[in-house]
């Protein structure tokens, strides 16, 4: 009986910071200012976006399946990696934060 209380507790308390945690507001860059740089660190899974040389906020991400190695093609599970022009947002995507990636230069 007590095996079963700790079991129902911890499965509560999991589901209930999970509820937080999904809900938690992510940190929002100030109107005021203009991102000019965006890194991604794949092996930690964070964007750091930059603003004049200064780290102005950084992010979780989550990358593709199989993230070495450059994207090939669309469907690849691969995150791109390189310098690229960011030229779309769309907020219908399918995933949270969809950015457009132009012209590789």
């Not at 009986?1 to 945690?21: A, D, E, G, P, Q």
């Not at 190695?69 to 995150?79: A, F, H, M, N, P």
């Amino acid at each position: 009986m007590i095996l079963k209380k700790i079991i129902v507790s911890v499965s509560f308390s999991t589901v209930l910071l999970l509820v937080i945690y999904y809900f938690y507001p992510i940190q929002k860059i100030p109107t005021n200012i203009t991102i000019d740089k965006i890194v991604v660190l794949k092996s930690k899974h964070e964007l750091l976006a930059y603003s004049k040389g200064q780290l102005i906020v950084s992010y979780k991400i989550a990358i593709g399946k199989n993230p070495t190695g450059d994207k090939v093609y669309e469907g690849d599970k691969r995150t791109p990696e390189g310098h690229y022009i960011i030229n779309d947002k769309n907020p219908d995507s399918g995933y949270h934060k969809n950015l457009g990636l132009g012209v590789r230069f």
